[in-house]
């Protein structure tokens, strides 16, 4: 083992299996000579039970389908490889961020948590972020989400809270949608969800792209140094690309023209070169600290604001290959937040707790025994050795004539993993001293559910507390029942009076008159507004081109651009070619919504065409950066747009503006309210 990013890659070569030249040959080996027949007595006779190569056609055809994951059934993966920058043996023994010059092996798992497999990418949801660190001590699974806080407190809640936003028990409606009455219900029954529901309908859930959007390990875990000392940590991941969001509109939009959006996103990128990073860092809380916060580190619905905790970066992430078959990766890939190394702990977190029992409880059934960790992209790259052995689809053929711990038989072996009373490299429990009742209580330091929701409204932007207005709205319209819309208002009159009449007005409601004071204090860091916009790096743009197009002029556009990082596309009415140019999309099969930002660049041709006009228009109505060449002025006046923030004209430095436009992500100044897009 040599420890490096490719150790892991080194370890599946011996398992991929290449069909080039090969010949068709049942499970067992046999060649075959026809799969295209039954066996059967005389051509037009029954099929006969003997067929083994159609019974085992068709049996392995009707197994074809595991379990899906209850929760984060929908996701799409990456290898990458993770590298800290300094050593962190102040803290941590964990060896793969004490030595700078390791490139530890990943695989992270993006997700949506409530739809099906099958479901769409773009849907107002959590994403999961799951890394899962092949350390040369054992494999490390940073299972978290792109949100830093969970709807409840206690894992005891979790099936109730995960039954009440999947679809209806009784007609399996909606799919992949929070916006339903049981949701609802259970929010307004448990207002420890309020300040989750503020990031479940603020736009976190509607990221951009997984590449853009921030993860985090929600609870607070703690890492132990090689003298047993603990240090509290909560773990951030910072895309480098900023983070980013879509809005709600396009959002719609864009499950009908592509429910693959976010997977193909980073499918694409990662084939292009373009391997998106994560920043990671962490809020270190020394034990000694423990209760001097307003809420408690152990309550999975509160964050730590970075202005009172800064946040360390301590390392970077890049993803750098796709996998090369989705079921056996992707699908079979089994995190789990008890996989720890030494130097890294859990805290009395109960969320955090019930989740060490169930990610291995769940791989039993959906990956069929206990011999999963077996499977090659869930395998650690550091040798096992145990004597925990048999069990279905068992691949390793164990030699010893023992198998218990001790014995003499075997050399004592495996034996235990202090070497000469070295504890370097062996798991050691936090020796936390515990003491207390049996009982079934929360903690009084939980309680306080609207402090942080308030903190998080008070954090954003103007436009960022209109979105969240909105869906509040949009949500809660789904609502049938009025009763539980009624009661919802009423928890949001204490996180903020405005916020809840501004819903309450939507609804046909009245906001109740007295609610908890707003506390007036804000985290900065909590709003998009204030991501890095510098960069147009791995930004789409579509130029809608026809065949007045001035290609000299376009192709200078799109080579400035690409060379900042921009994907440029050519959209035509027709594909083939326009003039001398190649046509990248048919304008009848594309939509702007598949795009950061239109450059109109078309001759008169296109100002009578519904499609340019609706794709100039979704763009503005969005937020897109649009730039006009001189002759697609006249599409952009048929647009009829009602202003032209972001809309960048002819002139001096025409790419210098177009990019610092569409570097800005969206225009949110537009006033878009009246506009029908
Ligand atoms: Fe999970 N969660 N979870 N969860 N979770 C699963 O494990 C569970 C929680 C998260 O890409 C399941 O293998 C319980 C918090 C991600 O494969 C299951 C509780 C956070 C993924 C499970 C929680 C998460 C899962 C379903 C409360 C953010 C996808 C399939 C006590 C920090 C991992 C599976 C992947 C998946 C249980 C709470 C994130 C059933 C009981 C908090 C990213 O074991």
Not at 76 to 92: D, R
Not at 129 to 157: C, E, H, S, W
Not at 221 to 233: C, I, K, L, P, W
Not at 455 to 481: C, I, M, P, Q, T
Request: proline share 6%; hydrophobic share 35%; glycine share 8%.
């Amino acid at each position: 083992m040599t420890n490096d990013a490719d150790d892991k890659q080194r370890q599946l070569e011996q398992y991929r299996v290449d069909m080039e030249g090969s010949r068709l040959t049942t499970d067992q080996g046999v060649r075959v000579d026809d799969t295209d027949n039954s066996l059967s007595v005389g051509e037009r006779g029954p099929t006969l039970l003997e067929d083994f190569h159609l019974r085992e056609k068709i049996t392995r055809f009707d197994h074809e389908r595991i379990p899906e994951r209850v929760v984060h059934a929908r996701g799409s993966g990456a290898y990458g490889f993770f590298q800290v920058y300094e050593s962190l043996a102040e803290y941590t023994c964990a060896d793969f961020l004490c030595d700078p010059s390791l490139r530890t092996p990943t695989f992270v798992r993006f997700s949506t948590v409530a739809g099906s497999r099958g479901s769409a990418d773009t849907v107002r949801d959590v994403r999961g972020f799951a890394t899962k660190f092949y350390t040369r001590q054992g494999n490390y699974d940073l299972v978290g989400n792109n949100m830093p806080v969970f709807p409840i407190q206690d894992g005891i809640k979790f099936l109730d809270f995960v039954h009440a936003v999947k679809p209806e028990p009784h007609n399996e409606i909606p799919q992949a949608q929070s916006a339903h009455d049981t949701l609802y219900d259970f929010v307004q029954m448990q207002p420890e969800t309020m300040h989750f529901l503020m990031w479940l309908n603020s736009d976190r859930a509607i990221p951009r792209s997984f590449r853009m959007m921030q993860g985090f390990g929600v609870h607070t875990f703690r890492f132990v140094n090689a003298e047993g000392r603990g240090t509290f940590v909560k773990f951030h991941w910072k895309p480098t690309l900023g983070t980013h969001s879509l809005v709600w509109d396009e959002v719609l939009r864009i499950q009908g023209n592509d429910p693959d959006f976010n997977r193909r996103d980073l499918w694409e990128a990662i084939e292009r070169g373009a391997y998106p990073e994560w920043e990671l860092g962490v809020q270190l809380v020394p034990e000694s600290d423990e209760h001097n916060f307003d809420f408690d580190l152990l309550d999975a619905t509160k964050i730590i604001p970075e202005e009172v905790v800064p946040v360390r970066p301590i390392g970077k992430m890049t993803l750098n290959r796709n996998p090369e078959n989705f079921f056996a990766e992707t699908e079979q890939v089994a995190f789990c937040t008890a996989n720890v190394v030494p130097g890294i702990d859990f805290t009395n977190d109960p969320l955090l707790q019930a989740r060490n029992f169930s990610y291995l409880d769940t791989q039993l059934i959906r990956l069929g025994g206990p011999n999963f960790p077996q499977i090659p992209i869930n395998r650690p790259v550091a040798p096992v050795h145990n004597d925990q052995r048999d069990g279905y689809h068992q691949h390793m053929i164990h030699q010893s004539r023992t198998s218990y711990t001790k014995n003499s038989i075997s050399g004592g072996c495996p034996m235990s993993g202090i070497v000469s009373g070295d504890m370097s490299g062996v798991f050691k429990h936090y020796t936390e001293r515990v003491d207390g009742n049996k009982i079934r209580k929360r903690s009084p330091s939980f309680e306080d559910h609207y402090g942080q929701a308030t903190l998080f409204w008070n954090s954003l932007a103007d436009w960022e507390k209109e979105h969240l207005v909105a869906a509040l709205k949009f949500e809660l319209g789904h609502v049938e029942r009025r009763y539980i819309k009624e009661k919802v208002v009423e928890h949001l009159v204490h996180v903020d009076h405005g916020l809840a009449s501004q819903v309450a007005e939507g609804l046909g409601l009245t906001a109740p008159p007295t609610g908890t004071p707003n506390h007036g204090r804000s985290s900065p860091a909590l709003s998009q507004a204030n991501a890095p916009r510098d960069s147009i790096a791995t930004r789409k743009i579509a130029f809608l081109i026809d065949d007045g197009s001035d290609a000299g002029e376009v192709g200078s556009v799109r080579d400035a651009l690409q060379s900042r990082g921009a994907i440029c596309e050519l959209v035509a009415p027709h594909e083939g070619t326009a003039g001398s140019l190649t046509v990248d999309r048919q304008l009848s099969a594309s939509s702007s919504v598949l795009y950061d930002a239109v450059l109109l660049a078309a001759g008169e041709g296109l100002t009578g065409d519904g499609y340019a006009l609706t794709f100039v228009r979704e763009a503005f109505k969005h937020g897109k950066a649009i730039a006009v060449l001189e002759n697609g002025r006249p599409l952009l006046d048929a647009a009829g747009l009602p202003g032209r923030q972001g809309v960048v004209e002819p002139g001096d430095g025409f790419v210098d503006r177009f990019t610092a436009a569409v570097a800005a992500h969206r225009h949110y100044d537009r006033d878009v309210a009246g506009f029908p897009a």
